[in-house]
Nanobody
Framework: QVQLVESGGGLVQAGGSLRLSCAAS????????MGWYRQAPGKQRELVAG???????NYADSVKGRFTISRDNAKNTVYLQMNSLKPEDTAVYYCNALLRTTTGLALLNYWGQGTQVTVSS
């Protein structure tokens, strides 16, 4: 069993900042990559930012220069620092991890339960 637990969402005014955290726990052998996705009402889930085990990062164009993803490999935790937030950033943010469990060698995809981020204008 693997769990991804997110925290840090909330309500913030435009221009403000939030920091999301996601801790992975359970029967984890290794984590290849972690990332954050978001889904706004009536829209498809989209990638916000990702980080590989070696530290390589990628970002959606809409958040480049405003959001920063980081990772603590020892704690199996990924963070998303969100600055200069805009109303269009309002969405449910989901943590994602691509990992191997202790019970096999296959790469498996896991999701957190989601955390709401609301940016008021």
């Amino acid at each position: 069993q693997v769990q991804l637990v997110e925290s840090g969402g909330g309500l913030v005014q435009a221009g403000g900042s939030l920091r999301l955290s996601c801790a992975a726990s359970g029967s984890i052998r290794s984590i290849n990559a972690m990332g954050w996705y978001r889904q706004a009402p009536g829209k498809q889930r989209e990638l916000v930012a990702g980080i590989a085990i070696g530290g390589t990062t990628n970002y959606a164009d809409s958040v480049k220069g405003r959001f920063t993803i980081s990772r603590d490999n020892a704690k199996n935790t990924v963070y998303l620092q969100m600055n200069s937030l805009k109303p269009e950033d309002t969405a449910v943010y989901y943590c994602n991890a691509l990992l191997r469990t202790t019970t096999g060698l296959a790469l498996l995809n896991y999701w957190g339960q989601g955390t709401q981020v609301t940016v008021s204008s």
